[in-house]
């Protein structure tokens, strides 16, 4: 099975800030990897696929790179809106999350 | 607009069984691979099942392999999920998911691109 590692686990920012987080798979999962924000109570939503596809009508200070093992979701300039937690999905082999990284307000 | 509502959660005791269901409207649902995604209260994610646009296609995931089985039926828009010999570990909001579009019938496990509200599971004595 492939494990995803995200890190951190909780992340404490201010509005403008950049923000990185980190997703490691346990073996190469080429680009298939997909980000997608939560906030309390609701359904995920997908903001990136393959890597650093933006999903429509996802704000373009979100953005991701990587390839193989090592992944990193981006957001420019924090606002308001952002602060909630952050998954990352493989779907190379079925399909695993990364355990999360919350943004919290600073 | 693409919609998917669950239904079919509540309280049910260790060992019993309970089947979820997934209405999906505003798209060609016989054209899109579907999951079922849950989540643990307070935990993250963990993706359950998958099923391609025919059916002819599934996977589980280790932790419900054996338990649950997946189904559709593309005649009413349908999603399942029956869950049998149910564990306290299986207590979590289970959320349909659409995958992508399968063309030509071809279908890749992919990303989800829209999901349910969730519906509650609990398994407890």
């Known amino acids: 099975d492939i494990q995803m590692t995200q890190s951190p686990s909780t992340l404490s920012a201010s509005v403008g800030d950049r923000v990185t987080i980190t997703c490691r798979a346990s073996?190469?999962?080429?680009?298939?990897l997909a980000w997608y924000q939560q906030k309390p109570g609701k359904a995920p939503k997908l903001l990136i696929y393959?890597?650093?596809s933006l999903e429509s009508g996802v704000p373009s200070r979100f953005s991701g790179s990587g390839s193989g093992t090592e992944f990193t979701l981006s957001i420019s300039s924090l606002q308001p809106d952002d602060f909630a937690t952050y998954y990352c999905?493989?779907?190379?082999?079925?399909?695993?999350f990364g355990g999360g990284t919350k943004v919290e307000i600073k | 607009e693409v919609e998917l509502v669950e239904s079919g959660g509540g309280l049910v005791q260790p060992g019993g069984s309970l089947r979820l269901s997934c209405a999906a409207s505003?798209?060609?649902?016989?054209?899109?691979?579907m999951h079922w995604v849950r989540q643990a209260p307070g935990k993250g994610l963990e993706w359950v099942s998958y099923?391609?646009?025919?059916?002819?296609?599934?996977y589980y995931a280790d932790s419900v392999k054996g338990r649950f089985t997946i189904s559709r039926d593309n005649a009413k828009n349908s999603l399942s999920l029956q869950m049998n010999s149910l564990k306290a570990e299986d207590t979590a909001v289970y959320y349909c998911?659409?995958?992508?579009?399968?063309?030509?019938?071809?279908?890749?496990?992919?990303?989800?691109?829209?999901w349910g509200q969730g519906t509650l599971v609990t398994v407890s004595s």
């Open positions: 998911a659409r995958g992508t579009y399968c063309t030509n019938g071809v279908c890749y496990l992919d990303y989800s691109d829209y």
């Open positions: 505003g798209f060609t649902f016989s054209s899109y691979e």
């Open positions: 099923i391609s646009s025919s059916g002819s296609t599934i």
């Open positions: 073996q190469s999962i080429s680009t298939w």
């Open positions: 393959k890597v650093s």
């Open positions: 999905q493989q779907y190379h082999t079925y399909s695993t």
